[in-house]
């Protein structure tokens, strides 16, 4: 499978995305410092049934940044641009971590163009001390200061899986560009509010999923959307943490096909 660019409309520039199978379409974003080859156990499994589109978020792979400085509602903006010129009226989405907080904006506030959306390891409602960690890396991260290690070592164990995974997002992390991490960074850094009072318009199916030992997108937070969701589940995976579509494949796969069921019954009258 080889990686697809389109042109979006301005100021959005070009949009580089995979693009796998046939049938309901089923649209993947990622993460801060990823690109759509992170989902590829995902593209593999729900392919079988649906068609995938895992898109490059700004500024990572191929896909053209934002203007520096942009925030989450212009991601949430991009998103909308991006389905516009993919011809997709109506999807399934989900997103990981920052890829997350784009699809829970999207889904407040386009609900007629969702069928169902997942959010997996995504923060909800920062303490004011990690509001405070996360935004200090963020000035670190724009003053040109970049830490791997450090979300490196929180995010995986030693397990041979967990190093496997741990490699792979090293390298993707080495390659992400500076200006588009920052920009990206920053909008993560800062909205994990900016949609918390509209979750309760999500009336499509939710799922929140989550590894229990991730500190930063905790089970509480994915507990949390799915009580203020009206179609609300959480599922938590031990054992697991931040990058668990990689270190949990199986059981990620299965929960999203099992959410990929979910609400067909409205969809088919």
């Known amino acids: 499978m080889t990686l697809t660019t389109l042109q979006l409309s301005e100021p959005y520039g070009t949009l580089a995305f995979r693009d796998a199978g046939s049938g ?5 974003i990622h993460g801060v410092g990823m690109q759509s080859a992170a989902w590829m156990p995902q593209i593999e499994a729900l392919s079988k049934t649906h068609r995938v589109l895992a898109l490059d978020m700004p500024g990572h792979g191929g896909s053209a940044p934002l203007r520096s400085g ?13 389905l516009h010129a993919l011809g997709l009226k109506r999807v399934s989405l989900a997103g990981h971590s920052m890829g997350a907080l784009i699809a829970m904006g999207f889904a407040a506030t386009h609900r007629a163009q969702l069928d169902r959306v997942a959010l997996l390891n995504v923060v909800y409602c920062r303490s004011p001390e990690a509001r405070a960690a996360v935004e200090k890396r963020a000035t670190q991260i724009r003053d040109g200061v970049v830490d791997l290690e450090t979300p490196l070592a929180r995010w995986f164990g030693d397990t041979p899986t967990e190093q496997t ?6 390298g993707w992390l080495s390659k992400v560009s500076s200006e588009g991490y920052g920009t990206a960074y920053d909008a993560f850094a800062r909205g994990d509010t900016t949609y918390a009072d509209k979750i309760g318009k999500i ?19 994915a507990q949390a959307i ?6 609300g589940r959480a599922l938590v995976i031990e054992g697991h943490r931040h990058m668990v579509n990689l270190t949990a494949e199986d059981e990620v796969n299965t929960a999203l096909q099992d959410w990929l069921k979910t609400g067909q019954e409205r969809e088919t009258q």
């Open 24 to 28: 309901p379409p089923v649209v993947l």
């Open 226 to 231: 799915s009580d203020a969701a009206p179609r």
């Open 165 to 170: 995974a741990r490699a792979q997002v090293s």
């Open 203 to 221: 009336t499509c199916p939710l799922l929140a999923l989550t590894g229990s030992g991730d500190q930063n997108s905790s089970p509480a937070m």
């Open 70 to 82: 942009a925030q989450l509602p212009e991601f949430v903006g991009w998103l909308q641009a991006a």
